[in-house]
C-alpha cells in the first residue's frame, strides 16, 4: 500500500541524510516539499518530519497528528519480549541506584541515554519521568519501520554499539527478525501507533533470550539508515500527517492534541470527550516504581538506545 500523493512534506530546518533521502523519495513521488523556517506555511495536507522541539512549534498550525508511542510502553511488556527488567521512575528516585543501569528519558533528550555505573554519576538537572533497565549487551540491533502491523522496511545499524548499517531484506538475520517482530506486533500491535519505529536487537549468549526490543521511536524523527527510503516514508507520512485523516485508534498516541487548537473534526471529538470527562480523566493512580527493583545482578555493559 502507498500512502496518498496528495499534500506535501515539511522539513524542520536542521538538515539529516534522512530528511534529504524522505525528501527525494516523496518528489519521486510527486509530493511537494518545504523546508520550514519560522512560520509553518498557510497550506492544508502537511505531513512533517524532524525534530520533536520544532514540531510543538508548528504541529498547530501545520494541522498535523503526531503518532507516540506512550512513555512506559517498554514497561508494559513481558521478560519475553525485553530479556530485561524495565521500570518506569523518576530521575530523583534513578539518583539513589548503587549499581549500573541503563537510565534513559523516555522521549525528550534532555541527559544522555547510557549505562550509569551508580545514580550518583547522572548528570544534574530537574527531576523528570525516566525508564531504568538492566544492563544487557546487543550483539547487533534492528531499526523496523511498522505500519499497521506490517513491517514496511528495516535495517541492522549497530553491532556490539558501533554503527553498522546494512538493509534488512537479505540479511543474514532477516528471517529471525521478521519472525520475532510478527510475533510481538501480533500480540502488542494494538498498543502502538499503526504507524511506528521499533527496534528490536539481537542479545548476546549469555542472556536468557535471543532476541528482544530495543525500543519504540517516533517515525517522525527517526534515522532511517539503510531502509528503503520510499518504503520508511509511507511509516513517515502517516505518523506525521493531516489531522482530518487520523483515525480513531491512533488517537490516542497525540498527546499534544490535548492542547491543541484542533481541526474542526478534532473539536467535535472535544466537546464529545467533554461530556464524558471522568471517563477520559480519571485514569486511576500510578503505581510508583522503586529504582532499587531494577538490578538483578549486573550485566555486561553493552549499547542500549
Known sequence: ?????????ALAPQYTTTSELLSAA????????????????????????????????????LEVALLEPTDDWLTTLPYAYTGRHIAM??????????????????????????VYPTGADLPPGPDAPVLISDVVTWAAEFRLYIMDGEIRTGSQYTSYGHLHAEPLEGHRHEPAVREFAADLL????????????????????????????????????SNCYAT????????????????????????RFCRHLGDAHLAESDRQQSRWAEEDSRACH????????????????PRRAGSQR
Open 1 to 9: 500500500m502507498i500512502v496518498t500523493k496528495q499534500g506535501f512534506l
Open 26 to 61: 516523496a518528489r519521486r513521488r510527486g509530493m511537494d516539499v518545504e523546508v520550514l523556517g519560522g512560520a509553518a506555511p498557510e497550506r492544508r495536507g502537511a505531513h512533517y518530519y524532524g525534530g520533536p522541539a520544532f514540531a510543538a512549534r508548528v504541529a498547530n498550525d
Open 89 to 114: 521512575s523518576t530521575l530523583d528516585e534513578a539518583r539513589r541506584l548503587s549499581h549500573p543501569a541503563f537510565v534513559k528519558p523516555p522521549r525528550e533528550k534532555s541527559f544522555p541515554a547510557a
Open 186 to 221: 501480533s500480540t502488542r500491535g494494538d498498543t502502538l501507533p499503526s504507524a511506528v519505529v521499533l527496534d528490536i536487537g539481537l542479545l548476546t549468549p549469555d542472556h536468557d533470550t535471543q532476541w528482544a526490543v530495543v525500543e519504540p521511536n517516533m517515525a517522525w524523527f
Open 228 to 251: 528503503d527510503p520510499a518504503r520508511a516514508l509511507d511509516t513517515v507520512l502517516r505518523s506525521a500527517g493531516p489531522r482530518s485523516a487520523l483515525a480513531e485508534r491512533d488517537r
Open 282 to 297: 480519571d485514569h486511576g493512580p500510578r503505581d510508583a516504581p522503586v529504582a532499587d527493583q531494577i538490578g538483578y545482578g
